[in-house]
């Protein structure tokens, strides 16, 4: 079946760190990509996508590109800052309508 | 709306009582979702509802659990006979048709119940 894995967490950085959260997949077909990012007390949001391989997508400086050879879309972000601590979770979605998401991984930014 | 809108924001309840959950979703997005996020873990999908046909139920944890969606907008998942386990955050989403490989979903900010 479809399933989407994440690296453990929490991940603790310091300001200014750079940033991998690894996330890896097992999908039919030629999936969509998506990385919801969860401030805390709040819902997800959107934070990037991609729809095909070796696509990257990118916003506030984080960024991720669809590896299809090796069934990863890592996240990245050179400049980590405080207001970055958050859940962030990884999803894919085959064609159908759900998103299958992975379990969140938990960044920690200290100043 | 334009947002996902969910109410309550908290809530909070005697065990064995039952609770409704309120999602009101983007104006337009046709499907809906709920998902429910226990303390420290991901999403655990719940029920989905797209249009006029039948929901997909098979997130659902017990038969507790049951949800609809009236003129294919606003949902309510109820919970009857509340149990400790029941405390997560419940959350709702909705996305277009054939929007969720492009666009994937739009959550809302979720009901936080605490079973006491």
């Known amino acids: 079946g479809n399933s989407v894995t994440q690296m453990e967490g929490p991940v603790t950085l310091s300001e200014e760190a750079f940033l991998t959260i690894n996330c890896t997949y097992t999908?039919?077909?030629?999936?969509?990509l998506f990385w919801y990012v969860q401030y805390p007390g709040e819902g997800l949001q959107l934070l990037l996508k991609a729809t095909k391989a070796d696509d990257k997508g990118s916003n506030k400086g984080f960024e991720a590109t669809y590896r299809k050879e090796t069934t990863s879309f890592h996240l990245e972000k050179g400049s980590v800052q405080v207001s970055d601590s958050a859940v962030y979770f990884c999803a894919l979605n085959t064609g159908f309508q759900k998103l299958v998401f992975g379990t969140g991984t938990r960044l920690l930014v200290s100043p | 709306g334009a947002g996902v809108s969910q109410s309550p924001s908290n809530k909070v309840t005697e065990k064995g009582k039952d609770v409704e959950l309120r999602c009101d979703p983007i104006?337009?997005?046709?499907?809906l979702y709920w998902y429910r996020q226990s303390l420290g873990q991901g999403l655990e999908f719940l029920i989905y509802?797209?249009?006029?046909?039948?929901?997909?139920k098979s997130g659902l944890p017990s038969d507790r659990f049951s949800a609809e969606r009236t003129g294919g907008s606003v949902s309510t998942l109820t919970i009857q006979r509340t149990q400790q386990e029941d405390s997560a955050v419940y959350l709702c989403?909705?996305?277009?048709?054939?929007?969720?490989?492009?666009?994937?979903?739009?959550f809302g900010s979720g009901t936080r119940l605490t079973v006491v």
């Open positions: 509802f797209q249009g006029n046909s039948a929901p997909d």
């Open positions: 999908a039919t077909g030629y999936p969509s």
């Open positions: 104006s337009g997005h046709t499907a």
């Open positions: 989403a909705s996305s277009l048709t054939t929007g969720v490989g492009s666009y994937g979903y739009t």
